[in-house]
């Protein structure tokens, strides 16, 4: 998992640098993106000016004494009228914005999905394995999902959220911090109209208020990272506490285990507490503190002014409307998430913090993007039709780590059609060799001929699209058993797969399945470690491979499936070269060539009866397998006994 | 790690919405039920957040009206005495008001705090009793998604409880206060509550269906990065990017095109229901008294109060239709714990069960039988000795009963005849968990758990030194592993993810051997491992048994040769009992199982 907790942006230039990143995304939109902007513009003075005309609704209506009833109503209408007016032209507007924010936001952050999951398999593999697949799926969906849900969307479908997605940092919290500096500034004019110390006294709080906050809510922070730092490790605890069940009720410590669950849980809850704490402080009473004395002066210097007669009721009234719209009012209800809650003075310093906050994930997304891909192929490389299968390698070396190479100066021929075995104890590099086949991983010195073409030089896709690869376990996708075998071919008629099926031996296994070929599997379904095995053959097959590539195919396997295996790979390999890396030596008795590795080089090539001769390595682990000689020696006399 | 993230929670299934209709009642008084008990410890806090609420929605009624004595008298007759009176009023009541607000908060927030964390760890109780058999039958992702999401989805609702019920009194007390002062203003409040309230909860629960679509096909996008992610590999040995990025463009999309569907089609909604409608309300009522004031039969400081209260309406209603989701949700929630609480924990202690402080090796398994209701015998008359420097391997196909004789000697299950005896005690005497710390127990796969190496191995004895691991690891042949740690002991292992399936094994064993066992059990030791590690591990096994007892349950014959004695188990009865070439004479279905076992051997060679 990616350590969410502790990370924050510190430098405010990295800040700006994940923005402008973001923006990448961003720009194709930007259309729609200022367009809502103006909208935002438009918006704002349409909802601060409807509450202003309650002045006149107020002084040149109700309160006209001089005019007749029907002049007055008449003024209330138009004034009414006028007001309605505006405030549907705002909800239209507001709708507008909303869909205008949320598709740019939607697209943006969509491209980059694509983008990323496009970047991500051209990275090399040794990047890729550098992070576990729960992080790459955590970094690859988690981070894309917009943290600024609750901050005003949809009320309908709050359970959730549309989300906007990750570029919602920009798109949705840029024009958010427009229209709250908007409203202060048109609030501040508004104010002013009617008394130009209201407007300069809402200006001149912001500075303390906003002062306040800012610390407040920086320390707020600090503890909220504390916090998802321990809910981390009370995961981690719970995991280790269901999924190692059997090895903690086995040692006898359930009471440790527990022991150790509550500690995580009552530290989190001290820190919760403390959280907790820290907001009631903060909130309704440091910063309750400021907005009160502000608010109770508006209502005093108004109320004074209006017993002065420098000000109409009509002021007042507009007065403490236009304040209650700009300023958090004290007289907030209970509920904790009522979305009345934050007003323009307030929302300042939270969305800078939550912007913050909210390009973490970015700048997770950003460093994926920026880190350096593959190398291609080179311009105009040759594609390889035909290929006949004739493989050699020149003096190869690789080192997946500086200073410790996992193959030193590797030579070998092999011919189209020859079944090649490799051994030798873990660590010697028989994995190394068929990644260096593949093209997995390039070698740093030597190279590899595939048909005398350099491999450098090769179409990648036009040769593997030759080569079959059969790991050691089979990897399922979710999907039908044909759709897992089509993995290898994607084009593959229903004939080709039956007919690969056939050849794999695995007609019983697909007839037992409730809907034969279209029968629904995956990782989690309960499949035997042969069928499994037998499906990553046929998917190797399916490509009618020149080149047989497997890796410990049947390592994992009970004997009596791996025998049936070794048939099934026995009858496929006529026409195709075959390279077998196997760690039991029995595996590879019957091959044309084995290849005995030690330490990055070749020991000894030979069949098995010349290397029982020529190669220690071959002979110890020949012996080492055939088991303790002096029991097995007495086992296979006795079975010998009762065979006869 | 590989469990699917659960980014919200997600909405009910279309099976549990279905069962959840059709037994509202039940479920909703089996969760009630549920929740009582988490509620009691709180009563005197959730009594006094009540007072305060409702003391706090009075508070909240009163700063409106000043606004009306103000404009009413104290303006317009320069009433010096009473302005200053109202401004003093408003400072104190606005003070008590926050007052109230914040020691509220506190209280209330505390029991927010506690409550999951409670059902937590009422749920963690019980888990921690399961039966071994049942843990592995009990997927993990689904066990942690009730410890979590539930449990949190649970407690969002408890909590929001009160805050509703007070938005409902709020909500009666303004619909009284209008009504009071002109019914015909409730009236018009009404015309657009209703069918707001209406066209609400119809959008809400459309909006759940499509939300069930979005998220499936969500969970379907991301469960395809997620197989990429698991393969990549295998992608790029096949040249399979394309494929897998067309794949990966497809789902995407397919995601994305149901989410624009599903917003485009509450675009209208929202806008009448969050703006529309409100704003036509608030029109039409601010006329109406408008159009009294200017007839004289209101006043305009009547009507501020009244407009400022009619504007609290919205929100309660939006707040209980959504509460009433949240119940719905939480229903189901409860449901799944319920089914975890119901599962039948495993054999307690007796009062007074003896507490072990060494084991010495012995142990006599005294003709067992052991049937679970409605089936066929797990085993029937078995029995075997165990003594230290004795090895005795336990073999048959599956189904014999391997396992099921090892969860005895565990005490996961009890037999019904014949008796486990340990040093000469019988294991239904015994304080089950003293016996287990002294002895060695090695599984099918070792578990690691997060942390260093050094935690790993301190599990079983929190007490050992540095010099004790270092000791037994380099026992095991993990001498150089650990060497090739950069931090040593302190390396931490990210659960074992990087590490063969040798090694992780050897830890295991490693970690039984800690506290030098005089008895180690082994169940299946190497059944997960290939042909080299296994001739490694058992190595160290045969080495390190020494002058322990030794019992191992295996499928691989080959590693058991030199055992003293081999038990092999057919449909639970014991098939035939002795050295492996006594057995080779003796026991028909023994040398079946070797022939089987050697017989790639034959076919390669």
């Not at chain 1, 697949?133 to 970094?139: F, K, S």
């Not at chain 2, 196909?397 to 008796?419: C, D, E, F, H, M």
């Amino acid at each position: 998992m990616p350590d969410v907790a502790s990370k924050d942006f510190r430098s405010t230039r990295e800040l700006i640098r994940v923005l402008g990143r973001v923006w990448q995304y961003v720009r194709p939109y930007r259309s729609k993106f200022f367009l809502a902007i103006l909208f935002v513009l438009l918006t704002v003075p349409l909802t601060q000016l409807a509450i202003f005309l309650t002045r006149d609704v107020a002084n040149k209506a109700l309160l006209a004494v001089g005019s007749t009833v029907d002049q007055r109503w008449e003024t209330v209408l138009g004034l009414i009228g006028l007001q309605a007016l505006f405030l549907f032209a705002s909800s239209l507007f507001w709708i507008i914005r909303e869909v205008l924010e949320w598709y740019c936001s939607m697209r943006a952050s969509y491209d980059m999905r694509l983008a990323y999951f496009r970047h991500l398999l051209r990275l090399p593999l040794e990047v890729l394995r550098q992070r576990p697949p729960g992080e790459h799926l955590y970094r690859a969906t988690i981070d894309f999902y917009s943290t600024t849900n609750s901050t005003g969307y949809f009320q309908v479908s709050n359970q959730d959220g549309y989300d906007p997605g990750v570029a919602g940092v920009i798109v949705r919290l840029v024009p958010m911090l427009i229209e709250t500096l908007y409203s202060l500034a048109w609030g501040a004019a508004l104010l002013s109209l009617i008394d130009p110390v209201l407007g300069i006294g809402l200006l001149v709080y912001a500075i303390p208020y906003n002062i306040a906050a800012w610390s407040m809510y920086s320390k707020i922070r600090q503890t909220q990272f504390l916090l998802r730092a321990g809910a981390e490790s009370e995961a981690a605890v719970l995991r280790d506490s269901v999924a190692g069940m059997r090895t903690i009720k086995s040692h006898g410590r359930t009471a440790l285990q527990r022991l150790k669950f509550i500690t995580s849980s009552i530290a989190m809850r001290r820190e919760n507490i403390r959280l907790l704490g820290q907001v009631v402080f903060s909130e309704h009473v440091v910063l309750w503190f400021v907005r009160w004395v502000f608010n109770c002066s508006v209502y005093i210097y108004m109320t004074l002014q209006v017993m002065h007669g420098r000000a109409t009721i009509g002021d007042w009234l507009a007065t403490m409307l236009l304040v209650a719209a700009l300023v958090k009012s004290d007289l907030e209800g209970i509920d904790p998430d009522a979305p009345t809650a934050s007003k323009p003075m307030e929302k300042v310093v939270q969305i800078i913090q939550r912007m913050r906050v909210d390009l973490v994930p970015a700048q997770r997304i950003m460093e994926t993007l920026d880190q350096k891909p593959q190398l291609g192929d080179r311009d105009n490389p040759v594609v390889l039709n035909g290929l006949q299968g004739s493989i050699t390698f020149e003096d190869v070396g690789l080192s997946y780590i500086e200073g410790n190479p996992a193959l030193r100066g590797v030579s070998i021929e092999i011919q189209p059609g020859e079944f090649v075995g490799f051994v030798g104890p873990s660590g010697a590099g028989k994995s190394s060799i068929l990644s260096v086949a593949l093209r997995l991983y390039l070698p740093d010195q030597g190279r590899v001929l595939i048909d005398a073409h350099d491999l450098n030089d090769v179409a990648l896709d036009s040769y593997l699209n030759q080569v079959g690869v059969v790991p050691q376990s089979t990897y399922l996708y979710d999907g039908t058993i044909a759709d897992n075998i089509r993995f290898g071919k994607p084009r593959a008629t229903d004939a080709e797969v039956e007919a690969v099926v056939k050849l794999t031996g695995m007609e019983d296994f697909v007839s037992r399945q409730p809907e034969g070929l279209e029968t629904m599997i995956g990782e989690g379904s309960k499949i035997s470690g042969g069928e499994k095995q037998r499906i990553g053959i046929a998917r190797a097959l399916i490509r009618d491979p020149k080149i047989l590539i497997l890796d410990e195919a049947t390592a994992n396997l009970d004997p009596i499936s791996e025998a049936s295996l070794s048939q099934v790979i026995a009858k496929v390999r006529q026409g195709r070269t075959v390279l077998c890396v196997a760690h039991r030596l029995k595996t590879v008795v019957g091959c044309d060539k084995i290849v005995v590795l030690k330490d990055g080089l070749i020991e000894a090539i030979g069949t098995h009866e010349s290397l029982l001769n020529k190669s220690t390595t071959y002979r110890d682990l020949w012996i080492e397998q055939s088991n303790t000689p002096i029991s097995s020696q007495a086992g296979s006399g006795v079975e010998g006994g009762s065979n006869d | 790690m590989t469990e699917k993230f659960v980014p919200d929670a997600p909405l009910l299934t279309e099976e549990e919405a279905l069962y959840v209709s059709a037994n509202f009642r039940r479920s909703a008084w089996q969760a009630f039920l549920f929740i009582m008990p988490f509620l009691r410890p709180h009563l005197l806090r959730l009594i006094l957040v009540c007072i305060a609420d409702i003391a706090i929605i009075i508070l909240n009624f009163i700063p409106p009206w000043y606004g009306t004595y103000l404009i009413d008298r104290a303006f317009p007759q320069r009433d010096w005495k009473m302005a200053s009176t109202i401004i003093v009023l408003l400072l104190a009541t606005t003070l008590l008001t926050q007052l109230l607000i914040a020691i509220r908060k506190f209280v209330y927030n505390y029991v927010e705090v506690r409550i999951p964390l409670d059902l937590r760890a009422r749920m963690y109780r019980h888990i921690q009793r399961f039966k071994l058999e049942t843990i592995d039958a009990t997927p993990i992702g689904e066990v942690l998604f009730r410890l979590t999401v539930d449990t949190d989805r649970v407690a969002h609702t408890i909590y929001r409880i009160l805050p509703t019920f007070t938005m409902l009194v709020q909500f009666a007390l303004i619909l009284g206060f209008s009504t009071y002062t002109d019914p015909v203003i409730s009236l018009f409040v009404l015309l657009f509550i209703i069918p707001w309230t209406i066209l609400f909860y119809w959008v809400t629960s459309i909006s759940r269906v499509l939300d069930r679509r979005r998220l499936y096909l969500a969970e379907v996008r991301d469960s395809g990065i997620q197989q990429t992610a698991s393969s990549f590999g295998l992608v790029k040995a096949f040249a399979n990017e394309r494929l897998e990025r067309h794949k990966n463009v497809v789902r995407a999309g397919g995601a994305q095109r149901v989410a624009v569907h599903g917003y485009l089609f509450l675009v209208p909604f929202e806008l009448v229901t969050q703006r529309i409608l409100p704003y036509a309300r608030q029109t039409t009522v601010f006329l109406y008294l408008s159009w009294k004031v200017v007839n004289g039969q209101m006043t305009l400081g009547t009507m501020v109060p009244l407009t400022t209260y009619l504007n609290r309406l919205n929100y309660p209603i939006e707040r209980m239709v959504n509460f009433f989701n949240w119940v719905r949700q939480t229903m189901v929630s409860v449901e799944r714990m319920m089914k975890i609480l119901q599962t039948q924990p495993s054999i307690v202690d007796k009062p007074g069960a003896v507490r072990l402080t060494s084991v010495s090796g012995n142990v006599e398994v005294r003709d067992v039988t052991f049937q679970r209701q409605g089936q066929n015998p797990a085993l029937s008359s078995v029995s075997l000795t165990l003594q230290p420097g004795k090895r005795v391997a336990i073999i048959g196909p599956s189904g014999a009963g391997k396992s099921t004789l090892v969860n005895l000697i565990l005490r996961s299950n009890v037999p019904n005849q014949g008796a486990v005896l340990i040093d000469g005690v019988d294991v239904r005497d015994l304080e089950i968990e003293s016996f287990l710390r002294r002895i060695g127990v090695v599984n099918q796969e070792t578990f690691l758990f997060g942390g260093t190496l050094g935690d790993n191995l301190r599990f079983v004895k929190p007490e050992a030194t540095d010099e004790e691991l270092d000791t037994v690891l380099r026992s095991v042949g993990l001498g150089t592993f650990l060497d090739a740690q950069p931090n040593g002991l302190n390396q931490d292992l990210q659960s074992g993810t990087s590490l063969s399936i040798g090694q992780k094994q050897r830890i295991g064993i490693a970690r039984s051997l800690l506290s030098d066992p005089r008895l180690l059990i082994l169940d299946e030791p190497t059944s997960a491992l290939d042909a080299a590690s296994e001739s490694e591990v058992m190595a160290v096994i045969n080495r390190l048994s020494g002058d322990r007892a030794v019992l191992m349950v295996t499928h691989r014959l080959d590693t058991i040769l030199d055992f003293d004695e081999i038990i092999v188990l057919e449909l639970g009865r014991v098939a035939g009992r002795g050295t492996h070439s006594e057995l080779m004479q003796t026991c028909p279905l023994y040398v079946e199982l070797r022939q089987s076992y050697r017989h790639d051997t034959e076919l390669s060679a």
